[in-house]
């Protein structure tokens, strides 16, 4: 079974500072990786995936993230952060085995101060 | 291109009955599922329909029940409508036939509410 990890309930972080969303996973096989924001009464907001290749996959928005096998981490990242990125974050497990059964961690509320 | 549309957007229903709920996905995907999302459990997968056909089922009792018809179209019933049933029920569409590494697209969801 797999399943996602996001330990952190709230971040905070000050506009112009960089910040960082934490994700891990545990997954049978090669997984596909998935960032989502969702905005208050609004569906999920794609912004990147990892399914191969490089680490480092750049997104929407200036979002990056950074996967790590050996830690089975997808780390969400931003060198500057903006008031308006103050959102719910979600990370996302799909199994590469066909279907689009898409496991979500709980989300982490990401909060940009002035 | 039109993106994932889910209706109604918002719905009072009272205990006992049932709802249903409809999602058209993106022009040329076949593949579209359903989550339902709560405070307390976060977003849980309910099922995936691929060409009519339910291809993957999520941990909920048999009061959740879907479909697909042959437009892609989608709908999701509820029956004996519980209190917590109210939650925000998203729908997503993905072109798996075409790309298997491409990402789901979701719509703005309904919003379900039983008193």
């Known amino acids: 079974a797999q399943s996602v990890a996001q330990p952190e309930d709230q971040v905070n972080v000050a506009e112009g500072n960089p910040l960082t969303v934490k994700c891990t996973y545990s997954?049978?096989?090669?997984?596909?990786l998935f960032w989502y924001v969702q905005y208050p009464n609004r569906g999920l907001q794609f912004l990147l995936k990892y399914i191969t290749g490089d680490n480092l996959v750049k997104g929407s928005y200036g979002f990056e993230a950074e996967f790590n096998k050996s830690q089975t981490s997808f780390h969400l990242k931003k060198p500057s952060a903006l008031v308006s990125d103050s959102a719910l974050y979600f990370c996302a497990v799909r199994p590469t085995g066909g279907g689009n059964k898409l496991t979500f961690g709980t989300g982490t509320q990401l909060k940009v101060e002035l | 291109k039109a993106g994932v549309t889910q209706t109604p957007r918002y719905l009072i229903k009272t205990r006992g009955q049932q709802v249903t709920l409809s999602c058209s996905p993106i022009s040329g995907h076949r593949s579209v599922s359903w989550y339902q999302q709560t405070p307390g459990q976060g977003l849980q997968f309910l099922f995936e329909?691929?060409?009519?056909?339910?291809?993957n089922k999520g941990n909920f009792p048999g009061r959740f029940s879907g479909r697909q018809f042959s437009n892609s179209r989608s709908e999701m019933n509820v029956s004996t409508l519980e209190l917590g049933d109210s939650a925000l029920y998203l729908c997503a569409s993905n072109d798996l036939a075409r790309d298997k590494n491409t990402e789901a697209f979701f719509g703005q969801g309904t919003r379900l509410t039983v008193v």
């Open positions: 997954v049978s096989g090669n997984p596909y």
């Open positions: 329909y691929f060409s009519e056909t339910q291809r």
